[in-house]
């Protein structure tokens, strides 16, 4: 595996990162509040072939807790969504984040319930019980949160004395 430091984060990747890569990495981790990223030990890049059973999914998974990334999510055929920002990074950021704070679990019920309640998109490979947690994550920091989304994440202790780059 080939090593590269994308604005302070280590990214490991298979084959040579291509500029739109090593750009829409850089444009991602910049709305990654801080105290987040350093959850993020590293980023993996790796070849479709990898993710086994669906060489054509374009999607990432976080269950060795640390992201990891098809080639495929910095094909613009593939994920438009992916652009400007990683949607497919931030989700499996969500998780960790998830992970590393209980986040989901220290919610009141009613903001867990707001946070259920957010709708997973048709097709999605879901990864379990925090995916709507993930998607609300994701949607958070690119600005795109309901006001009730947006008030149940923030009232999380994921959350607490953190900045967003989109208020
Ligand atoms: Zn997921």
New binding site residues.
Partial sequence: MNETRVSGVLVRHHHPLSDIAANNLRSTIRIIPAPHLRHIRQIDVLPPLNFGSNPNYAGGG?GVGHPRLSELCFDRRHRDNNFPYNMTLL??V??IIDHAYNALDSLTPEHRNTINQVPIPRG????GR??HY??AYQTLLTGGASPAVRAALLSGNAFSGVDLVHP
Wanted: negative net charge.
């Fill in positions: 976080s989700h499996e969500g998780h999605a490979v879901t990864h925090g995916e993930a998607i």
